[in-house]
């Protein structure tokens, strides 16, 4: 049987075995994996980055579960760079693009990616997966937003789930917080009877997801350190892609004025730490956190330029073109939607300006570079730039709430 799952400017067929019965029973073999797909088609495209985790394990789910997929290509961004069409979907979903947590409110960095911290973090799975025809379940382990105390995370109740999806249903699975804390894996297969899972990983920074078989990771002793785990169930009806603008444009508002999110500073509230602590001629305070990173006041000063300037630039270029995608759906609305691609775009070309105001980075290590970022006009011209992001963000949220209004 074949499936043909529509995707917005993707198109999607994916193969699905027969169904063993005796695997329905439970009975699952030692050792399964999902076929990997070639990616040959991406060889010579120059990619803008995919670094945000979230979008990118779904981005590579699709990928994963594809037997002839037909992207196309935005026109080029400034530099020739091409920009993925299912991440810039799923940035936009996801609420990535309009999110922005690096600074702890309180001790040292916390464990987990930044997203699980979201006041729903399944959320994102759900409404990105959705957007593509995917229906999902997602478990959160108690402790997280949107955990269910009373149904804990059990080890084997887990290996028969995602056993269940990768040799019943020939789907994949993504879970959070394995290999390791802050990262993502996307699972597409189990040796040992589950007891060892297979697949690729993505975290914050961490560049492509592309299936190199060099690059395939495993985690083990995995069930007690998942997190959030999302089963793929099915496929459903795909809402119109209008709806789902909509809807991600509705979340952009909320996202882009979130004060905090668990642990971290969040929207405005992001912007403003940001500052006081480039403007900082204290030392990292030990006593708050015993192992801070880096762990020299110079160190310090650079990092709070790279790679926050990248990831910002980023996520600002994703979110400037997905509103700009989405301007000419809705007519009525188009100038807001219009405006607010244009102050996003801004708080890209800030950090342009600041990464110019700071010097250069001398190579891949950034402690090495940004000769300014010792003088302190320099790191009050960058401050004044963070305050600036923090306003147009803002104004972005006004914009698409007024776009909305329009909508009605």
């Not at 995919?50 to 981005?59: E, F, G, K, Q």
């Not at 382990?141 to 804990?152: N, V, W, Y």
């Not at 980075?361 to 923090?390: I, K, S």
Request: glycine content about 8%; proline content about 10%; some cysteine.
């Amino acid at each position: 049987m074949r499936w043909l799952v529509p995707l917005w400017l993707i198109t999607l067929s994916v193969e699905v075995p027969a169904v063993d019965e005796t695997s329905v029973r439970g009975d699952w073999p030692p050792s399964f994996a999902l076929l990997t797909p070639d990616l040959g088609r991406y060889q010579g495209i120059p990619r803008f980055p995919t670094n945000m985790p979230v979008s990118s394990v779904l981005r590579a789910t699709v990928q994963l579960l594809d037997e002839d997929l037909e992207l196309q290509w935005d026109e080029p961004l400034q530099g020739g760079l091409k920009m993925d069409p299912a991440q810039l979907l799923f940035m936009g979903a996801t609420g990535e693009a309009f999110t922005f947590l690096w600074f702890p409110r309180g001790g040292g960095r916390p464990p987990l990616d930044p997203t699980l911290y979201w006041p729903d973090p399944a959320a994102p799975y759900k409404r990105a997966l959705a957007a593509t025809g995917f229906s999902c379940e997602v478990l959160a382990r108690p402790g997280l937003p949107g955990g269910d105390a009373s149904q804990p995370l059990g080890a084997q109740m887990l290996k028969d789930r995602v056993r269940g999806c990768l040799v019943d249903q020939r789907l994949p699975v993504i879970i959070a917080g394995i290999p390791e804390p802050w990262s993502f894996m996307l699972v597409s297969g189990y040796g040992e009877n589950g007891e060892v899972l297979t697949g690729w990983k993505a975290s914050g920074g961490g560049g492509e997801m592309l299936f190199d078989p060099a690059a395939k990771a495993e985690a083990r002793q995995w069930a007690d350190a998942a997190q959030l785990v999302v089963l793929l169930t099915g496929l459903q009806d795909r809402p119109p892609l209008e709806a789902t603008m909509r809807d991600a444009m509705q979340q952009a508002v909320g996202l882009l004025r979130m004060a905090e999110a668990g642990p971290y500073h969040a929207g405005p509230a992001n912007f403003e730490a940001w500052a006081e602590a480039l403007l900082s001629d204290d030392p990292p305070d030990l006593a708050v956190d015993p192992n801070p990173h880096p762990q020299t006041i110079e160190g310090r000063r650079r990092w709070l330029i790279c790679p926050a300037t990248w990831d910002l630039m980023e996520r600002a270029a994703y979110a400037t073109r997905f509103l700009r995608r989405a301007a000419p759906l809705f007519t009525a609305a188009a100038g807001e939607i219009e405006a607010a691609a244009a102050r996003m775009a801004e708080v890209g070309d800030l950090m342009v300006r600041a990464e110019r105001v700071m010097g250069s980075a001398a190579g891949p290590d950034p402690t090495q570079g940004y000769p300014n970022a010792d003088e302190p006009e320099a790191r009050r011209q960058m401050a004044d730039m963070l305050l600036q992001c923090r306003d147009k963000e803002l104004q972005a949220a006004d914009h698409l709430e007024a776009a909305l209004e329009l909508m009605q």
